[in-house]
T-cell receptor, first 114, second 116 residues
């Protein structure tokens, strides 16, 4: 799976949009971009994933550049509960059961400030 | 839907004893479950992949005789840390993928193991 690069930490004011960047310059054509987050002392939580089109769900938006070498996770209105470590992971999609583990990097520690 | 539980949430044990951690998918069938370990201020590291009814696949450097994994049903996987030592103290997290929806993993809340 392709390697990702994320800033180690970011701050965001409560109520503002949090934009978390991720570089994945060696991504292959069949690899998806996944985002997870981990609140302190909890298991990771799935946020969103995409291939090349921008995606939006109730939690966040994912913007992937046209060359797919980078992406941005957007939390439109950050709250204190969004303080967590955010992980950007690239991985091939799978169509059946088997070994398709997620490889976690160091992620970005997002601190939402009142 | 897609809830994964772990039991216990935390455990303290003496050095040399064995500890069993359970991972359950509460409202879905999970053909594959994963076990991760996370040391303080570090990222999650995959330990092993467990497929229902077959032997687990361990990552390089993880001792299969020390970390016993059993995936006897589509809703339960167990991790047993045998002869635990203080260096095994860590946060153990499992995840599971739904049958037919393999591109999304659901994580348990984790188990904090402290070995004295």
């Amino acid at each position: 799976d392709a390697k990702t690069t994320q800033p180690p930490s970011m701050d965001c004011a409560e109520g503002r949009a949090a934009n978390l960047p991720c570089n994945h310059s060696t991504i292959s054509g069949n690899e998806y971009v996944y985002w997870y987050r981990q609140i302190h002392s909890q298991g990771p939580q799935y946020i969103i994933h995409g291939l090349k089109n921008n995606e939006t769900n109730e939690m966040a938006s994912l913007i992937i550049t046209e060359d797919r070498k980078s992406s941005t996770l957007i939390l439109p209105h950050a709250t204190l509960r969004d303080t967590a470590v955010y992980y950007c992971i690239v991985r091939v999609a799978v169509s059946g059961a088997g070994s398709y583990q997620l490889t976690f990097g160091k992620g970005t520690k997002l601190s939402v400030i009142p | 839907g897609a809830v994964v539980s772990q039991h216990p949430s935390w455990v303290i044990c003496k050095s040399g004893t064995s500890v069993k951690i359970e991972c359950r998918s509460l409202d879905f069938q999970a053909t594959t479950m994963f076990w991760y370990r996370q040391f303080p201020k570090q990222s999650l590291m995959l330990m092993a992949t467990s497929n229902e009814g077959s032997k687990a696949t361990y990552e390089q450097g993880v001792e299969k005789d020390k970390f016993l994994i059993n995936h006897a049903s589509l809703t339960l996987s167990t991790l047993t840390v045998t002869s635990a030592h203080p260096e095994d103290s860590s946060f153990y997290i499992c995840s599971a993928a739904k049958r037919g929806a393999y591109n999304e993993q659901f994580f348990g809340p984790g188990t904090r193991l402290t070995v004295l």
